[in-house]
């Protein structure tokens, strides 16, 4: 399973931003998917995702009203719409997938074997 994350930039705060987060090597179906971020010198922060069976969705507190993840199964593609972007917001994202975390650690970033390579948000003041 191979994950490529695209669509970071630089954006001035109350900007937008959407990222994709494109699944090869397999259907992700049956995948919980999800989006992480890290600051420099902080660690890595779950953003949003979904839960295995695709049907639920998970929101940081931080970026419950502002962000929205979706997906697109004919394109094995994962959204991160990020709107209304605050300073707050830069970071590296990083999407992720894993076919057996429970629900209770889909927060949990060492629980996820997949990794895109990361695409960098930088949000300015």
């Known amino acids: 399973v191979q994950l490529q994350a695209f669509g970071g930039g630089l954006v001035q705060a109350g900007g937008s931003l959407r990222l994709s987060c494109t699944v090869s090597?397999?259907?992700?179906?049956?995948?919980?998917m999800a989006w992480f971020r890290q600051a420099p010198g902080k660690e890595r922060q779950y953003v949003a995702g979904?839960?295995?069976?695709?049907?639920?969705?998970y929101y940081e507190d931080s970026v419950k009203n502002r962000f929205t993840v979706s997906r697109d199964n004919t394109k094995n593609t994962v959204y991160l719409q990020m709107n209304n972007l605050k300073p707050e917001d830069t970071a590296v994202y990083y999407c992720?997938?894993?076919?057996?975390?429970?629900?209770?650690?889909?927060?949990?970033?060492?629980?996820?074997?997949?990794w895109g390579q990361g695409t960098l948000v930088t949000v300015s003041s």
């Open positions: 992720a997938a894993d076919s057996s975390v429970i629900t209770s650690q889909y927060r949990n970033y060492l629980q996820y074997d997949y």
């Open positions: 090597g397999r259907t992700f179906r049956g995948y919980a």
């Open positions: 979904f839960s295995r069976n695709g049907g639920t969705t």
